[in-house]
């Protein structure tokens, strides 16, 4: 995988978890762009298989990104629901990436999220 293919793979399993509603105010967001311009990002995302070192787990723990809605309430796009072939695949391709570019996980999945953000923000999806 490139980092092309791996920002559509994940903008593949995001964009099935929309519309998405926030249990403490109630507010809908219907697309991934508008929940993107609408809410702020917290903190970096997480892998928790590559963070104990699992690159190949046969009961994915998930990874999970984090923002706040503007009630202050936190919102999250998780892993749940993606085959385990992608999950593989990503992680795969996380571990060669994280050592060719030195970088801790974390920050390879920020820079992951922002090529994301860029791409649907830029409305090219
Ligand atoms: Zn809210």
């Known amino acids: 995988m490139n980092d092309h293919e791996v920002v559509d793979t994940i903008i593949a399993h995001i964009s099935k978890k929309f519309p998405k509603k926030c249990e403490n105010c109630g507010r809908v967001y219907a697309t991934i762009k508008q929940y993107l311009q609408d809410t702020v990002h917290t903190g970096k995302p997480i892998s928790y298989d590559a963070e104990v070192g699992d690159w190949n787990p046969t009961s994915p723990i998930g990874s999970i990104a984090m923002s706040n809605c503007n009630c202050g309430s936190t919102l999250a796009i998780d892993s ?36 994301i953000d860029a791409k649907i923000l830029g409305g090219d999806v």
């Open 80 to 115: 749940r629901g993606m085959s385990l072939i992608d999950v593989w695949q990503l992680l795969r391709w996380a571990r060669k990436e994280t050592r060719a570019r030195n970088l801790e996980i974390k920050d390879l999945m920020e820079d992951i999220r922002n090529k």
